[in-house]
């Protein structure tokens, strides 16, 4: 199993998109895909902001857990710290094309999300009120509408 090493991406290259940072064999022997979720460019577009990407963290997280044909396979979904995007691990030896659709229902789901925000409460979360769903309704349909409505072949692998 080959890892790709993510340390050595160019990110003044890196564009927006969904990318395979690495793969990993567990001690129990199943692979696991990791994508990196690329919502903004690095350096170059403004990031999101954590309030933003905090409201993203549960709503995406909801629906990845909740998707019917996913939800069993799905490890992980958490923020970046350098707010430019978020990771997502799953189960298999994926590739990012494996994933688009369900991204773009991820990103379509948050970007009609109304109501409470799941898991937004004192007794669920460590700061409960640190999020900004609006900003994260407009960010998820930013990148849906701009990457993964038409999403190229340079969206989907990182620069050489
Ligand atoms: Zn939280």
């Known amino acids: 199993m080959n890892k790709i090493p993510s340390f050595t991406i160019d990110h003044n290259r890196l564009l927006r998109g969904i990318y395979v940072s690495r793969r990993d064999t567990t001690p129990s022997g199943d692979v ?6 690329r919502m903004t460019e690095p350096n170059r577009q403004p990031a999101l902001t954590p309030e933003s990407l905090h ?5 995406a997280a909801t629906y990845l857990r909740n998707n019917p044909q996913w939800k069993d396979r799905i490890v992980y ?8 995007g978020n990771y997502l691990i799953v189960q298999g030896e994926l590739e ?3 994933v688009v659709d369900l991204l773009r229902d ?6 009609r999300f109304e109501g409470e925000v799941p898991g937004a409460s ?9 999020m900004d769903l609006e900003q994260a309704r407009k960010d998820a ?10 999403i190229r072949p340079e969206n989907l692998v ?3």
């Open 122 to 130: 004192p007794r669920d979360c460590g700061n409960w009120s640190f």
């Open 32 to 37: 696991i895909t990791t994508f990196d979720v």
């Open 158 to 160: 990182y620069p050489q």
């Open 55 to 59: 409201a993203l963290e549960h709503l």
């Open 77 to 84: 979904w958490g923020p970046m710290g350098c707010c430019t």
């Open 96 to 98: 990012s094309a494996d």
């Open 141 to 150: 349909r930013r990148y849906l509408q701009e990457v993964l409505a038409d």
């Open 106 to 111: 991820t990103m379509d789901f948050v970007a």
